[in-house]
């Protein structure tokens, strides 16, 4: 397993062997293959806008009544045109592709870094207040500086135990571990007991100084669905298709919806989440392996709360929170954008996200004022309107993203890869970026190049 940046490295090669430019669409499709696609995520989005950009015929079909997948940008507030998103939220300093998309079709992309508060045991600290121990940042300056010497075998090792279980190895302090369980599980969707203690540190030695929370994209994360759409052509993406049936046969594949068509290509590239792809009757049926693969991995449960407030009270526009109570972290979802009114996002992980999703209104402001209280007094009657998404619920995906827990990054990550006849597979689960956008979009595209050339 190469590291990611080794692996962006190569794909950045293979894009430049195959020589595209950027928007140039093909439009000669004699004797290229014909290819159908599952699912208008960006994995299935970038991986249609490189076949067309190949000259290939694609169908791309979406089972939702949009586009865009995890990547959903909400109006919150049509009287100040305010946008907050529901799924992905930050693009990182270190995702070269989603920064060259962004380029190439004109989308700014805003900074949307924050400074972290803190609420910990009833106690309020302000940003610069509050801090881990100089032992531990020590200690943690030297594990993030040996990766770099660490080989596949000791990275193999490392996958077998935890995140919670390295850090406690190291001999991290209590309150250090405590404060780095609510940060890390932010990251992860679920307490950092349950995550490969290789996917974490992987994650924080390649990433960007601030973890890949970065910047976000003027107007919000879909418009850049909706330029790959435009480029694609909406004739290609077909809403309301949800496919149920793949049957592969001599070289063909033929796939039928919910709503009774059928489409037929040379190739097929897989990009839904493993829930939806386990939905799918498959003809003949996936290897034992990849059912086993699939029955194994779970995925986050991350609920978003967005709350609209008559007024900014924290007064920061690079406002952020983490608290330990049951609104968890919170952030300044409005940032950069100008209006009286502002939004700050819950996000809430594990067991406490599928908690609050089932509560009543009146509970879920009463939450967000009860953790937001130490910081700010009582805030409640600012909350003008809240919106509420729990992706552990979503009909496609039960969960935010994929969540390699221990031992599964290199036996689960390549069986679920695996071509199975003529079908690919893409999508943020099979990504050396896992969980972001970024890798989602990689996969498409690498998906795009292995059948097209
Ligand atoms: C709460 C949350 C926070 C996140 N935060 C970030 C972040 O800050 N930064 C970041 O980079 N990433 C973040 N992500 C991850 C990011 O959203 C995903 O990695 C990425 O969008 C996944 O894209 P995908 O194409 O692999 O999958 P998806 O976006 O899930 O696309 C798959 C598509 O397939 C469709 N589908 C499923 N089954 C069928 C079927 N049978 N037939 C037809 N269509 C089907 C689905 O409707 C969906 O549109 C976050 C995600 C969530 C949920």
Redesign the pocket.
């Given at each position: 397993m190469s590291s990611r940046r080794d692996f962006i490295k190569s794909t950045a090669l293979l894009a430049a062997g195959s020589l595209i430019l950027p928007g140039a669409i093909n439009i000669n499709t004699i004797g290229k293959p014909k290819v159908i696609i599952?699912?208008?995520?960006?994995?299935?989005l970038a991986a249609a806008y490189r076949l067309k950009q190949k000259g290939c015929e694609v169908t791309l079909?979406?089972?939702?009544n949009r586009?865009?997948?995890?990547?959903f940008s909400h109006l919150l507030d049509k009287d100040e045109d305010l946008v907050i998103e529901?799924?992905?939220?930050?693009?990182?300093a270190s995702?070269e592709r989603?920064i060259a998309l962004c380029k190439d079709f004109g989308l700014e992309l805003m900074n949307n870094q924050f400074d972290s508060h803190l609420t910990f045991a009833g106690q309020y600290y302000p940003k610069g207040g509050w801090d881990y121990s100089n032992e531990w940042k020590t200690k943690f300056a030297k594990i993030i500086g040996d990766y770099g010497n660490y080989t596949l075998e000791d990275k193999q090792k490392l996958d077998k135990m935890d995140w919670w279980r390295f850090l406690t190895n190291k001999g991290i302090s209590e309150r250090d571990l405590q404060i780095r369980e609510l940060l890390d599980s932010t990251d992860f969707g679920e307490s950092i007991r349950h995550v490969s203690a290789y996917a974490a540190l992987a994650e924080y030695a390649e990433s960007s100084e601030r973890n890949?929370?970065d910047f976000k994209i003027k107007g919000g994360n879909s418009r850049l669905s909706d330029k790959f759409a435009e480029k694609i052509g909406m004739n290609s993406i077909l809403l309301k298709?949800?496919?149920?049936e793949v049957q592969q046969l001599d070289g063909t594949v033929t796939v039928k919806?919910d709503n009774g068509m059928t489409f037929s290509g040379d190739n097929l590239i897989c990009?839904?989440?493993t829930y939806?792809l386990s939905?799918?009757n498959w003809k003949p049926g996936l290897p034992e392996e990849k059912i086993d693969a699939v029955n194994s991995l779970q995925y986050a449960r991350?609920s978003?709360h967005a709350l609209l407030f008559n007024e900014r009270f924290w007064n920061e526009e690079a406002f952020d929170m983490v608290t330990d109570v049951y609104g968890h972290y919170f952030y300044h979802a409005t940032k950069n954008q100008p209006g009286k009114k502002g939004a700050l996002i819950s996000y809430t992980i594990g067991d406490k996200a599928d908690v609050i999703s089932r509560q009543n209104d009146e509970f879920k402001k009463n939450m967000v004022s009860d953790s937001l209280k130490p910081a700010f007094g009582d805030i409640k009657d600012k909350i003008v309107n809240q919106v509420n998404y729990y992706?552990g619920a979503d009909e496609?995906?039960k969960g935010?993203?994929a969540l390699y827990g221990k031992g599964q990054w290199f036996t689960i990550m390549p069986v679920l890869k695996k071509k199975f006849l003529s079908t690919y597979f893409?999508?943020?689960?099979l990504a050396d970026w896992q969980?972001?956008?970024?890798?989602?979009i990689i996969?498409?595209e690498e998906a795009a190049d292995e059948i097209a050339g």
């Open positions: 599952i699912g208008a995520g960006f994995a299935g079909l979406e089972s939702r586009i865009g997948g995890r990547v529901l799924g992905a939220e930050w693009v990182g995702h989603m890949e929370m298709h949800k496919v149920v919806c990009t839904v989440p939806a939905k799918i991350i978003k992706w496609n995906t935010a993203y893409a999508g943020e689960h969980g972001f956008m970024e890798g989602a996969t498409g």
